[in-house]
């Protein structure tokens, strides 16, 4: 059984910063890719970051030069730090991993239960 716990969304102000953090639990043999992605209203849920498990990361144009991915490997974590918050940055964040537990041949995503993030003055 693997879980996913998201923590850090809320309200802020534009202009703002938010951290978000993701921890993995459970049987967990290796992990691949890391990321966030999010849903606003009506949308699409669509990729915002992504970390390789050699530290390689993918933005969305939108949010480059204001947010930045990390992981720590031994905490299972990834987070995202997002600054110069802006109004339509607002949605739901999930995050996703992808993962094998000890029973897996092949990697498997997995994602948080969301957390919202809502830029408003």
């Known amino acids: 059984q693997v879980q996913l716990v998201e923590s850090g969304g809320g309200l802020v102000q534009p202009g703002g910063s938010l951290r978000l953090s993701c921890a993995a639990s459970?049987?967990?043999?290796?992990?691949?890719?890391m990321g966030w992605y999010r849903q606003g209203p009506g949308e699409q849920r669509d990729m915002v970051a992504i970390m390789t498990s050699s530290g390689d990361t993918d933005y969305t144009d939108s949010v480059k030069g204001r947010f930045t991915i990390s992981r720590d490997n031994a905490k299972k974590s990834v987070y995202l730090q997002m600054n110069s918050l802006k109004p339509e940055d607002t949605a739901v964040y999930y995050c996703?991993?992808?993962?094998?537990?000890?029973?897996?041949?092949?990697?498997?995503?997995?994602w948080g239960q969301g957390t919202q993030v809502t830029v408003s003055s």
């Open positions: 459970g049987s967990i043999f290796s992990i691949n890719s």
């Open positions: 996703k991993v992808r993962l094998r537990t000890r029973w897996d041949t092949q990697p498997t995503a997995y």
